[in-house]
């Protein structure tokens, strides 16, 4: 298994464009969530989505979106992109929906640079 | 609020040198925490975490609810525990929703 997959690994838009970012978790999982990090600090976390749904978001504005598909899989969607969404985004997947001792395993993430 | 701080952004020590990694949290109620780490060039993994109780390539740490602090240590550094380590909360509320320390790097010394 080739663990949690990510595509693209580089990017490169301007700003005002949109962006779709992909994720593929380790088979198996059903859940997947997305983090954003920004240069010198820590991933901060946009959502999860388990069996479909969303199941919690952080403080990102309208314009972060997210969704998943019945092979689990996810897809990040950011309109009108910032300067500032310049980061590695970095998605996770899990077995299940996040109970107490489970485990994330995160992937190698995509690198977003904004012009 | 909910919040992670590592107040060293770099660490510097021999090989063979204890070490120490200091984290604080601010959360209310009984929170879940974790140590990830990150090797040049590989991703992001979990190292360990406070339920387990476990010690993972020679680190521990400890849950002082007290001081409301989660240092990772290590008795003898080695060359090869040179990463970015993260620490991270994760409430009890369900879901994974993680919240992340600004992260501090680890450089051992020959």
């Known amino acids: 298994d080739a663990g949690v997959t990510q595509s693209p690994t580089h990017l490169i838009k301007t700003r005002g464009q949109q962006v779709t970012l992909r994720c593929s978790p380790i088979s198996g999982h059903k859940s997947v969530s997305w983090y954003q990090q920004v240069l010198g600090q820590g991933p901060q976390f946009i959502f999860q989505y388990y069996e479909k749904e969303e199941r919690g978001r952080g403080n990102f504005p309208d314009r972060f979106s997210a969704r998943q598909f019945p092979n689990y899989s996810s897809e990040l969607n950011v309109n009108a992109l910032l300067l500032g969404d310049s980061a590695l985004y970095l998605c996770?997947?899990?077995?299940?929906?996040?109970?107490?001792?489970?485990?994330?395993?995160f992937g190698p993430g995509t690198r977003l640079l904004v012009l | 609020a909910q919040r992670v701080t590592q107040p060293e952004k770099l660490l510097s020590v021999f090989k063979g040198a204890p070490v120490e990694l200091k984290c604080n949290y601010s959360?209310?109620?009984?929170?879940?925490l974790f140590w990830y780490v990150q090797y040049s060039r590989q991703r992001l993994q979990l190292l360990l975490r406070?339920?387990s109780r476990e010690s993972i390539k020679g680190f521990t740490a400890d849950l002082n609810k007290g001081e409301t602090s989660f240092h990772l240590k290590k008795p003898f550094a080695q060359e090869e525990d040179s990463a970015m380590y993260y620490c991270a909360l994760r409430g009890n509320t369900g879901g994974f929703k993680t919240i992340f320390g600004a992260g501090t790097r680890l450089f051992v010394k020959a």
């Open positions: 996770a997947s899990s077995l299940a929906q996040g109970r107490r001792g489970e485990t994330q395993y």
């Open positions: 959360y209310s109620g009984s929170p879940e």
């Open positions: 406070h339920i």
